[in-house]
């Protein structure tokens, strides 16, 4: 599965890889919904370094995460996202919904308040 | 340009037929990809119509048939420094194309659709036509020019 995880202080962080078409977030999508039953996090962050390819199939995958984290109360964010993504992240409004960094530890930061 | 005088020479042209499984929705924009490679395209204009092919293709597979068993068919063909792409299924149809077309809206939101195919299909092309026959199915077409420099004298 194209998918890193580590937990770190209360959050997951979330590595993807590859290519973000319905395909992968089929599978994707209950991998990461299952790490995310599996700890009492407090944070949800998801980097898209390796990411080569994203369609509105990935905005669905990170919505439908954020509405499972919001409804746990915790926090989310975005990191390491390239230029093309962030067109699509703009396109869909997503960006005044979920904060974006450059770096994963910044985005570690900001959900644990520092 | 957003559309194709009929006199304009057809230089290059390919058709691919496939069963409509969500695993040949890469291989549909990496061909359509390879394809055009041929007018040599900024990554930025590449990227843009790999995503809209994506989308068209993933469209037929989960709106047309549903994610049921039937065939899509994607042709391509070059016409000076532009593509035209056909994406057709033979499936469902859709009732209202404006309704379809609308930012968020999805007929599938247990699917965890957002929305945004269509919007992201009409920014990332130059010209967007969908024409749909309810029990009949649907055909996308995609005309993308690609501003290339000019050629060297």
């Known amino acids: 599965m194209p998918v890193e995880t580590r937990y770190e202080q209360g959050v997951l962080v979330i590595g993807l890889k590859g290519e973000l078409d319905h395909h992968a977030v089929e599978q994707i999508r209950d ?28 905005l669905g995958l990170i919505l439908g995460r954020y509405r ?9 964010a975005l990191c390491e996202v390239s230029a093309p993504l962030r067109r699509l992240f703009e396109m869909s409004g997503l960006l005044k919904i979920l904060p974006v960094y450059e770096s994963e530890e910044a985005a570690m930061a900001a959900i644990l308040g520092a | ?39 040599d395209p900024t990554m930025e204009e590449l990227t843009e119509l790999k995503t809209a092919v994506s989308e068209a293709v993933t469209n037929a597979i989960i709106h047309g048939y549903q994610e049921g068993d039937g ?25 209202d194309i404006e309704m379809a077309k609308q930012p968020m809206y999805t007929s599938r939101p247990e699917l965890e659709r957002s929305g945004m195919g269509m919007t992201i299909m009409e ?15 649907t055909r996308v077409t995609l005309v993308k020019t690609f501003r290339t420099a000019p050629d060297v004298m």
């Open chain 2, 71 to 95: 065939e899509v068919t994607v042709e391509c063909a070059l016409f000076e420094h532009t593509v035209r792409v056909v994406i057709e299924d033979h499936g469902v149809g859709i009732p």
């Open chain 1, 68 to 76: 499972t984290v919001m409804e746990h109360g915790g926090k989310m």
């Open chain 2, 123 to 137: 920014t990332f092309v130059d010209s967007l036509e969908i024409v749909s026959e309810v029990g009949e199915g």
């Open chain 1, 31 to 58: 991998r990461i919904e299952q790490q995310l039953e599996e700890h009492g996090y407090r944070g949800l962050v998801m980097s898209f370094r390796n990411i080569d390819f994203m369609d509105s199939s990935g």
């Open chain 2, 1 to 39: 340009m957003d559309h194709i005088a009929e006199d304009v020479r057809l230089d290059n042209y390919l058709r691919l037929q496939f069963p409509s499984r969500s695993e040949n929705e890469s291989l549909a924009r990496v061909a359509v990809a390879s394809f055009v490679a041929a007018l």
